[in-house]
């Protein structure tokens, strides 16, 4: 009996619009329909939003989690021919087919569909979206596009369930997790992965070799190519998106973490080198890399490139260890590549400021430019307990530089298990990230949404200026401590201001009078303000100042 | 009956050491006594890190609020001479005097006195120290040093009380605040500030219109020279170390907002544009700037020219107001220097990470490398409830350029006025911030830290980790969370990986091996791992994986 014929599961799973918002769908060619987010706003226009969260947001549609999610890609998958004998995005971007997923994704980013395809041929960027996995909504992953982000899940081995799980995914994702990784390990691996799968309007990543591990009973000694081979199968046919494979750790690089401050942080990474000095050979995921990438070809399943030897410290940031097995990634990118098969390069960890710019410039430049995937980084050791924020300091200024994808970082990162807010605020927290590089990039679509928020603060439509945040429902749970009164919301003050008067209000009195006489010397603005103080003067504001800014 | 008489007024503040540390004091030529906060490792070693809580974290310290803190510099006031008739740190650096405060300083920071000197008689560093408030430990805000941060106090109108201020400033204090900016309004500003001066250990920042406003029933038409040249010579007496000065605001600057998405939002700024367009004038605050500079100059209080048109979008950044008025704070700059007396600039607000480098390079070639000091800036406007991360995104890379202190941003901006949680937020993200910058800039005394932290948290001494930490109280917490059991705080694993062996564990093994058979090449060591790894496998390790990291 598989996991969702299992009628005693049943996940309960939040549902339902984010505040001021509702699910459109834009329509595309061949019947393709995009989903975005509406934010309403009192003025009558409304602003659309980028959106990962699924039917799950859908007002009018069913979820019931043992049918899992509609099989949106399954006539596109279906109706299509291989080239060459690969049926990749790679490959058809190599022949000049441009795939319905390529469309979905041109409407979605609000980009030329060329541009699509252009940048999946070069290898610039990936679409994970493993034909097992019809369930997905194509998204794409590549520095010309707006920067994603990763939020990693899983159950750990006595903590959580698979219904925990599942409502973890539809949570990260409703926050806007662009991809999830499911990290499982322990009980019911691929139970909970078939869950996640068939449920998750996102890419899914994984790390088989946590799961092929758990086969040998957690002894890194006895892994072989054989069981690791078999794992990979299982989860490609199960549809999991894309896999992490540290293949770059090498038995000769193992020597040089030896000096480090915080050795090898790695897991995959760790296990690996275990295998090598255990064995002293090159691990079988080098050796057998041609092969793998075979597998991964038939399903369309993304390489991501683990950095096994990711500094865990900031002194071991860019070191020798770090950079001698991001060139052997990039040999590895050339195999996978002139196989077709899609690939992106996973990065660090812990880096200075500093630093990062390198990291990007060599990667570039040594992985053909492939989409960097980096964790964080973080920006300093010395704060466990807020690692999300030392992190999205580094995770903004390495996506400003052009990486493609941010994973999340918990405030739980070093110190234990995530539970839901620590998700919440993971997702939240590498949003912000996320699009401070898409503004840092001028990304066509990045500032409309940050103007549109900045007019209605400027203006007094506080919840519009909630409803356009990232976190309605925190913005205005905080505003409603100081002022709970609904009439304060449409009131021209805020909590920081007197009702007469503010550093606000009296900009946008000087504003209005000067649009209404059409001024446009500074002159005859002066003379017109000079009137309109009389106004103000006589109006006898009164201010109550607040004690924050200056 | 001055507060401090007031026998019925007793503030409760926060003392005792800070986690895993204690108070001590280091030696210094002329009884010079630097206290610095030192953290007692398990290995027996110590850590000793920069101290801006004063005696509150000094176990052997009475702590009278009442009596207010001892009079650290009075005996050096005392003692000194004035030069040329300036009686100000720029003064003394520029005639080549070395004083108390600078020799102090050099020993906080761990840098040459003769460094210290040579920055504030440049210009490009101040040391905020009213002759009058004799109680502050001295500190220096210069590119050169340690990044400084501020925090935001003040009662508003009608949420806080003097005996909350009070402890909110030793509060923001314990956890870093390097200085205190006192933006009180309403009833009782100049008591409220009394007990705050007399009992801080650290410089106090004012904005004085606030309180001239105050004075004249909050019409901004009403102010006057007079007005607020008492209202500063009332607060020079009390002992305030710098003020923000909104003197760059002039009238034919104002039109060039009326474009703006949202105008002016400072609010000294919106209150001298007001001035401005109701008189139809210069504001008084440029015009009688000489006078002003006198004033200052008499106590040794610091200007910080306050940026009055700040964006308050990242749709307004870099535009033509803000540059206008920060030429302007250049030429005022080169007045008040020339009367010796000491200025910072203020800066934005809400900038793009792409033109924050602009912001830094514009002020120290318009304002002679006067430290620069920020507000955030925040990189994106569409996170409310958040904007302690959008900003401390922006600071660290402001400060990284050379920012020298960061006015800090709760999770309440925009929204309402913060608690004492959101006050330590605020101060704990930004000493994130402001730690980011120092590695970056490669300060020598910044990278020691993480080094500690991580080579702890490498060798499991996890005690030792959340000492050396910001903020040892949470880090704790969140650990105890998933393995609340003591020993597990000393046991060789963490919540995230197996008791028998986990990423670090082996690399651990790896460098011990590599390190006791001395080993240099790296085909010594791998012939060592072999070995080594054999021992690895009989022991038969188990891993547990996290769903941190991959």
Redesign the interface.
């Known amino acids: 009996m598989t996991a969702l014929e299992d009628r005693s599961v049943r996940p309960e799973v939040t549902t339902g619009p984010i505040r001021g918002s509702h699910k459109v769908y834009l329509d595309g060619p061949d019947d393709l329909r995009v989903p975005v987010r509406r934010v309403e706003l009192s003025t009558g226009e409304h602003h659309d939003v980028y959106d990962t969260s699924g039917p799950y947001t859908d007002a009018d549609a069913t979820i019931d989690v043992r049918a899992g999610l509609p099989a949106l890609r399954a006539p596109w998958i279906a109706a299509r021919e291989p080239v060459d004998g690969a049926a990749t995005q790679l490959a058809w971007a190599r022949a000049g087919v441009v795939t319905p997923e390529m469309r979905f994704i041109a409407i979605r980013e609000g980009v030329d569909a060329e541009l699509v395809r252009s940048e999946v041929a070069r290898g610039r960027a990936v679409i994970p979206a493993n034909r097992c996995h019809p369930e997905a909504e194509p998204m794409i992953i590549g520095k010309s596009f707006l920067v994603k982000i990763n939020a990693?899940?899983?159950?750990?081995?006595v903590?959580s369930s698979i219904e925990e799980e599942v409502e973890k995914m539809v949570w990260a994702t409703r926050w806007g997790a662009d991809t999830v990784?499911d990290?499982?390990?322990?009980r019911n691996i691929h139970e909970t992965r078939e869950w996640i799968l068939r449920n998750s309007p996102v890419p899914i990543g994984t790390?088989p070799i946590?799961q092929a591990?758990e086969k040998v009973?957690?002894?890194?000694?006895k892994l072989s190519w054989e069981v690791y081979r078999d794992t990979v199968i299982e989860q490609c046919e199960q549809g999991v998106d894309y896999m992490?494979v540290h293949a770059g750790v090498l038995?000769?690089y193992?020597?040089?973490?030896?000096?480090?401050?915080?050795?090898?942080?790695?897991?995959?990474?760790?296990?690996m080198?275990?295998w090598c000095?255990?064995?002293?050979r090159e691990s079988f995921l080098y050796t057998r890399f041609e092969e793998l990438c075979e597998i991964l070809r038939a399903y369309d399943v993304t390489f991501?490139l683990?950095?096994g030897l990711r500094p865990?410290?900031?002194?071991d940031a860019n070191d020798e260890a770090q950079l001698a097995e991001l060139r052997t990634l990039g040999e590895l990118t050339a195999i996978a590549r002139a196989r077709d098969v899609q690939v992106m390069i996973?990065g660090p960890g812990?880096v200075?400021?500093?630093k990062i710019a390198e990291n990007v410039r060599l990667e570039e430049e040594w992985c053909g430019e492939a989409p960097f995937y980096t964790?964080g980084p973080l920006?300093?050791?010395?704060?466990?307990?807020?690692d999300?924020?030392?992190s999205?300091?580094?995770a903004?200024?390495i996506a400003?530089r052009g990486t493609a994808m941010l994973?999340y970082?918990?405030?739980?990162?070093?110190?234990?298990?995530?539970d839901r807010d620590d998700v919440k605020t993971g997702v939240?927290?590498y949003?912000?990230?996320a699009?401070?590089?898409d503004?840092?990039?001028?990304h066509p679509r990045a500032?409309a949404?940050?103007?549109a928020?900045?007019?209605a603060?400027?203006e007094f439509r506080w919840l519009d200026?909630?409803h356009?945040?990232?976190?309605p429902d925190?913005?205005l749970s905080?505003?409603d401590?100081?002022?709970p009164a609904e009439p304060a919301k449409t009131a021209h003050f805020?909590?920081?201001?007197?009702p007469k008067?503010?550093?606000?209000r009296?900009?946008?009195d000087?504003?209005e009078y000067?649009?209404a006489h059409g001024?446009t010397s500074?002159e005859a603005?002066?003379a017109g303000?000079?009137e309109?103080?009389?106004e103000?003067?006589s109006s006898?504001?009164?201010?109550?100042?607040?004690?924050?800014?200056?």
């Open positions: 990693n899940l899983g159950n750990s081995a903590t990784m990290l499982s390990t322990g790390v946590y591990l009973d957690g002894d890194p000694a992490t038995l000769r193992v020597p040089l973490t030896a000096k480090r401050v915080t050795g090898i942080v790695s897991r995959g990474g760790s296990i080198a275990a000095l255990a064995h002293h991501s683990g950095d865990g410290s900031i002194a996973e812990h200075p400021l500093h964790l920006a300093t050791d010395i704060a466990p307990g807020y999300h924020i030392t999205a300091i580094g903004a200024t400003a994973c970082v918990t405030p739980k990162e070093h110190l234990g298990l995530p939240i927290t949003k912000i990230a699009h401070a590089a503004l840092a990039k001028e500032q949404r940050d103007d928020l900045s007019a603060r400027f200026q909630f356009l945040s990232l976190d925190t913005a905080f505003h401590e100081t002022l805020c909590s920081m201001c007197g008067f503010c550093s606000m009296i900009t946008q000087v504003r000067a649009e001024l500074v603005i002066e303000m000079s309109k103080a009389e103000f003067t006898g504001g009164r201010v109550q100042l607040p004690i924050v800014n200056g």
